[in-house]
């Protein structure tokens, strides 16, 4: 299965921007990039994908590096409702396979 | 739609019971997945299913783990028997499109 690397940690101080970087050096032409989040007793939650281009949509921006091998997850506005762990995943074939992720800390 | 369903949210079994855990997802989705959720090793994917007919059960720790999918608003993931080792919480989801959409989960403690 596709692997991804995290950070086990970030912080950010609230109102500022938070960058996840994901490092997935073995990705494939076809894996898409999924970033899921997952907040305190909550089930895991969408957030944007992409393939080759970056994305935004209402929640964040994903930046894709030119070759793919990593990206990053843009929070413009970090808030403490963002507290959570931030999974990057690699997508195929509709499987989801979670690595570790990133918990995001908020700092008021 | 109120989203994926999962029943019990929290479940309290002696070791050695049977416990059957259910799942009603959003109608729409073409495949459904059941998750594991440990400390340990975080989210593990167990089994998913495809227009209700199991795909991949790889995941699946032991026999004593079954899934079924009887329709298309219905499955269940039963364990038989229970071990402390179970202990963890369970996700179902829905997706087949461009993302997954995961339920509150069941919290599973076995003494």
């Known amino acids: 299965d596709a692997k991804t690397t995290q950070p086990n940690s970030m912080e950010s101080n609230e109102e500022e921007p938070v960058h996840l970087p994901c490092n997935h050096s073995t990705i494939s032409g076809t894996d898409y990039i999924h970033w899921y989040r997952q907040l305190p007793s909550q089930g895991p939650e969408y957030v944007i994908h992409?393939?080759?281009s970056n994305v935004n949509n209402r929640m964040a921006s994903l930046a894709i590096a030119e070759d793919r091998k990593s990206s990053t997850l843009i929070l413009h506005r970090a808030t403490l409702r963002d507290a959570a762990v931030y999974y990057c995943?690699?997508?195929?074939?509709?499987?989801?396979?979670f690595g570790s992720g990133t918990k995001l800390n908020v700092k008021p | 739609d109120a989203g994926v369903i999962q029943s019990p949210r929290h479940e309290v079994t002696e070791m050695g019971q049977e416990v059957t855990l259910r799942c009603k997802p959003i109608?729409?989705?073409?495949?459904l997945f059941w998750y594991r959720q440990t400390m340990m090793r975080g989210l593990e994917l167990l089994i998913y299913f495809n227009n209700n007919v199991p795909i991949d059960d790889s995941g699946m720790p032991e026999d004593r783990f079954s899934a079924k999918m009887p329709n298309a608003s219905f499955s269940t993931l039963k364990i038989q028997p229970s071990e402390p080792r179970d202990s963890a919480v369970y996700f179902c989801a829905v997706g087949g499109g461009t993302e997954a959409f995961f339920g509150q989960g069941t919290r599973l403690t076995v003494v």
């Open positions: 992409g393939l080759t």
């Open positions: 995943i690699l997508y195929n074939f509709n499987k989801f396979y």
């Open positions: 109608s729409g989705h073409d495949y």
